[in-house]
């Protein structure tokens, strides 16, 4: 696949910075608004965007311990569960 290379916006009310896919770059990488990616800075200076894969986890199979630490964690950084449980796959699976 050929590389796409974009210039990176910025709000000017917000300060925050994102990519902007046109239709069909969209369709060609495969993508969908609101998909979420994973950012790794290579030496050259270029980015590489992976798009996070989605897993199902259902809370009536994690026991109540689990839940509640869940909870305490995201309450205590002041996150969503679903970064501390991408947090928690990622230390265990080793993908940093």
Do not use: W
């Amino acid at each position: 696949m050929k590389p796409i290379i974009k210039t990176v916006v910025e709000d000017p009310l917000t300060g925050e910075t994102f990519l902007q896919f046109t239709e069909p770059e969209l369709k060609q990488l495969g993508l969908e608004i609101g998909d979420k990616f994973d950012i790794k800075h290579l030496e050259d200076g270029s980015i590489v965007l992976e798009k996070y894969g989605k897993v199902g986890i259902e809370l009536g199979d994690l026991s109540r311990e689990v839940i509640e630490m869940l909870i305490a964690e995201s309450c205590e950084r002041d996150v969503s569960i679903n970064v501390v449980v991408s947090d928690i796959l990622r230390k265990y699976i080793g993908t940093d």
